[in-house]
């Protein structure tokens, strides 16, 4: 057996094998010791090899998924082994023969179909990644969810790889061994960890790619589906190959590859969708994120839906009128709505039925989910046919109607109402459904009563009032009459002598002998049969695949419209105008996440903001095309952060279909969204905060167009007053000048409100405060205007700082803002050209003999990793100490 399983698992070394031994799945070596740290499982020992004990560590089968779970979680891959032999089989060839065994599938992270081991509401990503040409080639990738059969693939670039991947959150993604050390694919792999799978570069074969992908769906050209470039065919080719590796024998029923175009979705890079917290709050959990706080799906594909909306918003303004379309008109219709949401709830999960019987994975309750599911599609249809529809409402309503109704029909004739999770179960057919399967069931289950019949009967024929029908091992059934009758069935011809005893003979009969191979036999015959008509329907189901997905992808877009439409009226949002120009208005705009968590908790109302950054009326030929700039200043804990954060999110809203929290709204399609809120050190590759921010500062200032909005908080406060005065300064006129872009600014550096001077489509805002009696009030209300004060140490009470450390703050800043150093630094802006090329102002030189203050002045804090700074810092501290 051991050899076996060392033979096996020679073939799957990057796997943890599962190994089938009766009721277990067993794992040695190696994986044992690793599964058992895992999986908190008992490590044992059995036999030995090479001298050594063989570590062991085993799982129940019929508690497999939950640890596989855990392990998937973890980023393992599990082979799957079987036995794939009846050991009766084995025994022929003989006693000591192991039964064959074979690894069945892998189960990898993006992979996965049981329900067990998925989130309703999360799709599971498997994506290739792909790039020809070499590194300024193109770049591509492709992914699909097996669970539900979903399959696209999107052009991609060396600068938009990296969000257009983690833009999807996918489980696992497999790129070529290759392309490890391409540049822009470095921060991707970083990223991704252990969810990166590295396959050989033959699996990405561009010359044999399209042929493979016109195999795999039965077709001899791929002109049906798209124009894809041989970048995407190679993803798309990969993404097969990697399934037909890890499926083994298994076809898996992908629909066939819709193209993303290029262009087509608002691109918002890793930083921005971490910074908005769109799907995922910065610590991971997604209560608290923007998705958590507007999804009202009542289904698990709704819900998914609902999350590729907000992966991939919209840039086409007829695209997305059509989704309003449907969500103002279930908003409008408050009766239908309810119907409708009435009749999705609780809907079973169609798509990942349709997979799992596709993959020949599925069970009794994957038939009855279908059954289910074309049941409340006939009933949603019959609610939506008497309203005027339009938008995408109308085309769902198409596909409702296109259900196979025959195959409904079918399922519910021959299902039970209750029903067993796998196949092998049985009982699962209908009582009444099948004659020969009642026959047999009732056979099986009633044997007792049978016989008993039949004993009345032989009694009546014979007359012999003590006959009794029996059984023992030996005989089987057989007929037992007291001694004295016996001599009468022998002369009788129908009852065949068997045995004599001292007090009784025993007798067969031919009818005897039939039920009696018909009860041995009925069970598992009744199982055969069952086992056959499950197939017949998987066959059905199989041929009205294409049918079925687009009545669940119908069912899907209208849980989706009918959550939203729910939220718009619950929360009081509107429908935004969106179109192709460059305005954005909001009026009386709030931030959906932090309003929603202020009404569960009942505290204070969200005070609402207006924001308009529309390319500022008078202004006319290259200025007029372009957008505003907002300039915020204000206090700390004013609600800068919340109110940048908040139009971002209206922007997203908006072109996802939805409607928005506001009173009105007109948005201009936004081609990219970039968002720079906070930052923290990236140690992992030796950057300082300040770092990072510049480098997402530079992001932004080199993609940015004039359909773009920027939301910029804060930057260069992570170095010196000077440096990041001039870097933010630099930045706001670069986006004014260059980018033209939509853009809020907020800042702390007071000195910029000067640029509204000089910048045409620049305004300054601020965030009110109010002070009553030595206290602050912060008002949250955006006006405009400029502050000059931060109230930092107002903040810092609050915070909870020691009285005795605010009292001296307090001092400080009164001696700093009547000294020289407190004074406004305008005056050096004031005669300052845009662009200026002038030498920078020298610092002040050191005091003299201070070895500590002029090693001081030679460091470059932007250059240092945190390490670096740290060890700096003890050698400052040893000058200092040294020189007094």
Aim: charged share 25%; hydrophobic share 45%.
């Amino acid at each position: 057996m051991m050899a076996q399983f060392l033979e096996i698992k020679a073939a799957h070394a990057d796997c943890l094998l599962f190994y089938r031994m009766g009721d277990f799945y067993e794992l040695f070596f190696d994986d044992a010791v690793e599964a058992s740290t895992a999986l908190g499982i008992t490590l044992t020992k059995r036999g030995k090899h090479l001298g050594a004990d063989i570590p062991m560590a085993g799982v129940p089968v019929v508690s497999a998924d939950d640890y596989l779970q855990k392990l998937i979680g973890l980023g393992y891959r599990v082979a799957v082994c079987e036995q794939v032999e009846d050991p009766a089989e084995a025994k022929k060839r003989g006693s000591k023969s192991v039964v064959r065994r074979d690894v069945v599938r892998l189960v990898t992270p993006g992979t996965i179909t049981e329900e067990a081991l998925l989130e309703p509401g999360r799709p599971n990503y498997l994506m290739c990644v792909s790039r020809v040409g070499g590194a300024a080639g193109a770049y591509a990738i492709a992914w699909t969810d097996l669970s539900t059969g979903l399959f696209r693939i999107a052009p991609s670039g060396a600068d938009q790889i990296a969000a257009d991947v983690l833009a999807m959150e996918p489980s696992e993604v497999v790129m070529a061994d290759t392309l490890v050390g391409d540049e822009a694919l470095a921060s991707l792999v970083m990223r991704l960890g252990r969810r990166l799978r590295l396959e050989p570069a033959v699996l990405f074969d561009g010359a044999t790619a399209e042929e493979r992908l016109c195999r795999f769906f039965g077709v001899s050209t791929l002109d049906g589906f798209g124009a894809f470039g041989r970048a995407e065919l190679s993803a798309g080719a990969a993404l097969l190959a990697y399934l037909a590796r890890t499926q083994l024998k298994a076809h898996p029923p992908l629909s066939p590859p819709r193209r993303v175009e290029a262009g087509s979705y608002l691109r918002i890079d890793p930083a921005t969708r971490a910074s908005l917290e769109l799907t995922r709050t910065v610590s991971g959990k997604r209560q608290g994120s923007l998705l958590a706080a507007i999804d009202r799906c009542l289904t698990g594909a709704g819900a998914r839906l609902l999350g590729a909306r907000l992966a991939l918003p919209l840039t086409d303004p007829a695209a997305i009128g059509a989704r309003q379309d449907s969500v103002a008109l279930l908003a409008g219709e408050g009766a239908l709505r309810k119907r409708l949401r009435e009749a999705l709830r609780g809907l079973p999960d169609i798509d990942r039925a349709l997979s799992r019987l596709g993959l020949d994975r599925g069970g009794p309750r994957d038939l009855g989910a279908l059954c289910e599911g074309l049941g409340r599609a006939g009933r949603i249809a019959a609610e939506l046919s008497g309203a005027e529809l339009k938008g995408e409402l109308a085309d769902a309503l198409k596909a409702l109607w296109d259900r196979p109704g025959s195959l409904a029909a079918r399922l519910a004739a021959t299902l039970a109402d209750d029903l067993p999770l796998q196949r092998r179960d049985g009982g699962f057919v209908r009582a009444g459904a099948h004659t020969e399967l009642d026959e047999t069931r009732s056979l099986r289950d009633h044997s007792r009563r049978v016989v008993a019949e039949l004993q009345a009967r032989y009694a009546a024929e014979t007359g012999i009032r003590s006959l009794k029908v029996k059984h023992n091992n030996v005989l089987g059934y057989f007929v037992e009459v007291p001694e004295a009758q016996g001599p009468a069935l022998l002369s009788g011809g129908a009852f065949h002598h068997r045995q004599t005893l001292a007090s009784a003979m025993r007798f067969s009969t031919p009818e005897l002998a039939d039920l009696e191979a018909r009860i041995t036999e009925a069970g598992a015959k009744a199982l055969a049969i069952e086992l056959q008509l499950f197939a017949e329907l998987r066959e059905a189901v199989l041929a009205e695949i294409d049918r079925l997905r687009a009545m669940g992808e119908a069912l899907a877009v209208i849980d989706v419209s009918a959550g939203l439409a729910e939220l718009a009226v619950a929360a009081d949002w509107v429908r935004p105008t969106v179109d192709g120009s460059l305005a954005f208005f909001v009026e009386c705009g709030r931030h959906p996440v932090v309003e929603a968590a202020l009404k569960a908790s009942g505290g204070q109302s969200f005070v609402a903001n207006d924001c308009n950054l529309s390319p500022p009326p008078g202004l006319s030929g290259k200025a007029g095309g372009a957008g505003a700039i907002w300039l915020i200043t204000g206090p700390n804990m004013g609600g800068k952060s919340t109110f940048l954060r908040q139009n971002a999110l209206i922007a997203v809203l908006a072109q996802i279909g939805a409607f928005v929290p506001a009173t009105k709204a007109h948005i201009g399609v936004v081609d990219r969204l970039f968002s720079r809120v906070g930052a923290s050190d990236d140690l992992a590759e030796g950057r300082s905060t300040f770092m990072v921010e510049m480098v997402e500062t530079a992001a932004i200032l080199n993609q940015a167009t004039d359909r773009t909005l920027v939301v910029l908080d804060e930057i260069g406060r992570g170095t010196s007053t000077y440096d990041g005065l001039s870097i933010a300064f630099a930045a706001v006129e670069h986006l004014h000048e260059v980018n033209r872009a939509r853009a809020l600014f907020a800042t702390h550096f007071h000195e910029m409100t000067a640029l509204a001077g000089r910048l045409k489509r620049l305004s300054n805002a601020t965030v009110r405060v109010k002070e009553w009696e030595g206290e602050v009030i912060f008002l949250h209300e955006v006006t405009a205007g400029v502050a000059d004060r931060s109230y930092g140490v107002q903040v810092a009470r609050l915070a909870g700082l020691p009285p005795t450390v605010v009292e001296r703050a307090r001092q400080i800043l009164s001696e700093l803002e009547r000294s020289a150093q407190g004074e406004k630094r305008t005056a050096f802006l004031d005669d300052l050209p845009l662009f200026s090329q002038a030498a920078a102002r020298a610092a002040p030189p050191p005091p003299a003999g201070s070895p500590a203050l002029e090693a001081l002045v030679a460091l470059d804090p932007d250059a240092m990793t945190p390490r670096e700074a740290l060890e700096a810092l003890y050698r400052l501290k040893g000058l200092a100490a040294k020189n007094g």
